[in-house]
């Protein structure tokens, strides 16, 4: 009989043991999830935006230069990603610190639509995947400053941001992974210089 009762306490405390510890297990893995998958969305906005803003410099004030941006944007992520996208803000950032000023051009990706079709001026046309509007005067693409004088040798070069913001949705919403939050990166550099004859 005390052998019996034994192993009746053994099997109760293990049962204990395992209701204690089940939810601190059951939270690591989940924050493990959680937090790898919002690493990857840091990691999409890094990559976007860096890519972004190499797009920029080498489109220099070209007329479609914001439109090369989002539609190489549009083919490097995925469809899901883009969904996700709440904007992409390019602008002239500040030479003496790469702060963002109050004008910028702000693009919005219309779920659904094509991602590599933008059209100029302005988007919004029918199929088009992306609409543009200026925010605070806008920066306009033939204003961007790509100019390099042989004579005086100086140079007017912009330096080009490309900012991305991002909707991160928690995907368990279990504990302190409720709710969402945005993922917001920006990217400068300065502009490449237009080919002049000496």
Same mark, same amino acid.
């Given at each position: 009989?005390?052998?019996?009762? =034994? &192993?009746?306490?053994?099997?109760?405390?293990?049962?204990?043991?395992?209701?204690?510890?089940?939810?601190?297990?059951?939270?690591?893995?989940?924050?493990?999830?959680?937090?790898?998958?919002?690493?990857?969305?840091?990691?999409?906005? +890094?990559?976007? *935006?860096?890519?972004?803003? =190499?797009?920029?410099?080498? !489109?220099?004030?070209? @007329?479609? !230069?914001?439109?090369?941006?989002?539609?190489?944007?549009?083919?490097?992520?995925?469809?899901?990603?883009?969904? =996700?996208?709440?904007?992409?803000?390019?602008?002239?950032?500040?030479?003496?610190?790469?702060?963002?000023? !109050?004008? %910028?051009?702000?693009?919005?990706?219309?779920?659904?639509?094509?991602?590599?079709?933008? /059209?100029? $001026?302005?988007?919004?046309?029918?199929?088009?995947?992306? /609409?543009?509007?200026?925010?605070?005067?806008?920066?306009?693409? /033939? *204003? &961007?400053?790509?100019?390099? +004088?042989? @004579? *005086?040798?100086?140079?007017?070069?912009?330096?080009?941001?490309?900012?991305?913001?991002?909707?991160?949705?928690?995907?368990?919403? %279990?504990? $302190? %992974?409720?709710? *969402?939050?945005?993922?917001?990166?920006?990217?400068? /550099? &300065?502009?490449?210089?237009?080919?002049?004859? $000496?």
């Amino acid at each position: 009989m005390g052998r019996y009762n =034994r &192993r009746n306490g053994q099997k109760g405390a293990t049962l204990i043991e395992a209701a204690i510890i089940m939810p601190v297990l059951l939270l690591v893995i989940v924050g493990i999830l959680e937090i790898g998958l919002a690493f990857k969305d840091f990691l999409t906005v +890094s990559y976007i *935006s860096r890519e972004g803003a =190499r797009i920029a410099a080498l !489109a220099g004030d070209d @007329t479609a !230069a914001d439109c090369a941006i989002l539609t190489g944007i549009g083919e490097l992520i995925t469809q899901g990603d883009l969904a =996700r996208i709440q904007e992409i803000q390019i602008y002239k950032a500040d030479p003496n610190t790469g702060n963002q000023g !109050a004008s %910028f051009n702000r693009a919005v990706y219309s779920d659904g639509e094509d991602a590599t079709i933008c /059209t100029e $001026p302005i988007g919004g046309q029918v199929g088009d995947g992306w /609409t543009i509007t200026y925010v605070g005067g806008g920066y306009v693409p /033939t *204003s &961007r400053g790509v100019a390099v +004088s042989a @004579t *005086s040798g100086g140079f007017s070069l912009d330096i080009i941001g490309v900012r991305v913001i991002l909707n991160r949705e928690w995907v368990t919403g %279990f504990g $302190p %992974f409720s709710g *969402s939050m945005a993922v917001d990166e920006s990217t400068i /550099t &300065r502009m490449e210089p237009e080919v002049y004859a $000496p």
